[in-house]
């Protein structure tokens, strides 16, 4: 009889599921995105990053904290699960009225009256998504991420067909738009398909209780999440024009682009891991230790590679007319790269059941990142991603000290992710002359050949453990 697997073995192999999902849905993404990078110009790309944020935004409201109140339940039965259904339809319903209704002044208030038929357009999104909550948390919270990987990959090849096409053939700014409606309406699908669940003609009071007991702290932090995700977007879009967003678009894309492969590949496991363990402090920090530091170490060296090769990849990738982007990018890695340390901080307190606090530290944590950013936006591009990079440093010191005051993890816990950042600092250092000296191309291979290099052998002297934890669970995985 064979072993039933370990619950570290379990997340391992959760988090291979999610990486392939990440690596395949953000490859195909990259690709579409330089094809739509040279077929749109700068103001198409704003005006949609602007109008997607402001929907993006209202679909965190509709669905008020109850994804996650489902992830964390302990009994899921479907009086409880068609009780949260219906209550997200209907906010998702009067949340697309309203983005209907407001969409000619909410436009106007941005500066940028183009916006307000794209934002009648993506209401019905709105709707879509909110059908796909609860099939997308039952499969979290039976960890099943090999069917949400399956529909990462497919919704990933439709929307970039959708998208494609639609550009060739000179739809402009509605390309994007109906490229996120398809992958919405996909995905509509898939989950359900999935799940294998069907909501009741039931509403519970009770549930309803429990939901806003637990969901209304989850939705401020939601909500102050997605203002603080988006106020770049809002702040550069409303001040700047829908171009100079266009070019903040694109650096923004890209080092999201490989921060979301690293660190939002064990961001799916680590609320309902942390869950697992939060009546064993032992081992909860050492779960959110080697969370944190796998995590920044496959960040820390894969933004460092991104800031020295930008100069090349952007103009080479997107076209000439991108290289207002360059140097946006290039600081924006540090301010990545930094804000790993502390990533999970919020899964952390949300484990145990701090969501009160959780709420206050995402709250200081947009006050400080949207004071930044309103101080620096009249200085340029640079100056809003240095900003950024500050705002990152406060945030995460801050959120450490809460997290050792309320949950009892140390200083100690944050050891080895720092040491991997720092690894990669200094493997930057010989990138940034390799891309200088080596003019083209093939600097930048070079540039991030030597780069691993020099990072894989600082990784050996200073962080040891970590690099044979990481190979013991890819051995693992490869055998799975």
Request: aromatic share 8%; proline share 4%.
């Amino acid at each position: 009889m064979s072993t039933p697997p370990s619950l570290r073995q379990r997340a391992v192999r959760n988090v291979g599921w999610a990486a392939v999902q990440k690596w395949f849905v953000r490859l195909s993404g990259v690709v579409t995105f330089v094809v739509l990078g040279r077929l749109l110009d700068p103001a198409e790309i704003g005006l949609a990053a602007l109008a997607l944020a402001a929907v993006g935004f209202l679909a965190v409201v509709a669905d008020f904290g109850m994804s996650t109140y489902l992830v964390r339940s302990e009994d899921a039965d479907r009086r409880r699960t068609s009780t949260v259904f219906w209550s997200t339809l209907v906010l998702g319903v009067l949340g697309a009225l309203l983005l209907v209704l407001l969409s000619a002044p909410l436009a106007g208030a941005l500066g940028e009256p183009r916006a307000a038929p794209v934002l009648q357009a993506l209401a019905g999104g709105l709707v879509v998504t909110t059908l796909t909550c609860v099939p997308a948390a039952l499969l979290v919270r039976r960890m099943q991420f090999r069917a949400l990987a399956a529909r990462g990959v497919a919704a990933a090849v439709v929307g970039s067909v959708v998208g494609i096409s639609l550009a060739l053939a000179g739809a402009g700014v509605w390309a994007l738009v109906v490229q996120s409606l398809a992958q919405n309406g996909f995905s509509l699908v898939w989950f359900w398909a999935a799940a294998r669940w069907r909501p009741a003609p039931v509403v519970s009071v009770e549930v309803l209780r429990d939901v806003w007991r637990v969901g209304s702290p989850v939705l401020g932090i939601d909500v102050v999440q997605a203002v603080r995700d988006r106020a770049d977007q809002l702040v550069v879009g409303g001040v700047a024009g829908v171009e100079v967003l266009g070019y903040w678009t694109v650096a923004t894309r890209l080092v999201g682009l490989v921060h979301e492969v690293a660190m939002s590949v064990m961001d799916l496991v680590a609320l309902p891991l942390f869950a697992r363990l939060r009546g064993d402090l032992p081992r909860f920090t050492r779960a959110y230790e080697t969370a944190g530091a796998m995590s920044t170490a496959l960040l820390a060296p894969a933004v460092a590679v991104l800031a020295a090769v930008s100069p090349v990849v952007v103009p080479g990738l997107f076209g000439p007319q991108w290289e207002p982007a360059v140097l946006p990018a290039q600081v924006l890695c540090v301010a990545y790269g930094v804000g790993a340390v502390g990533y999970f901080n919020r899964s952390a307190l949300l484990a145990f059941d701090r969501a009160g606090t959780a709420w206050a530290v995402a709250t200081a944590s947009l006050v400080v990142h949207v004071g930044v950013l309103l101080v620096a936006a009249g200085w340029g591009l640079v100056a809003l991603a240095w900003g950024h990079g500050l705002a990152s440093v406060l945030i995460v010191v801050g959120s450490a000290l809460v997290l050792r005051r309320t949950v009892g993890v140390g200083a100690s816990a944050y050891a080895r992710s720092v040491r991997a950042l720092l690894a990669a600092v200094v493997a930057l250092g010989p990138m940034l002359l390799l891309t200088g000296a080596v003019p083209g191309w093939a600097g930048a291979v070079l540039a991030a050949a030597v780069g691993a290099v020099v990072y894989g052998g600082l990784m050996l002297l200073v962080n040891r453990r970590l690099v044979a934890e990481a190979l013991d669970d890819l051995r693992g995985l490869l055998r799975r």
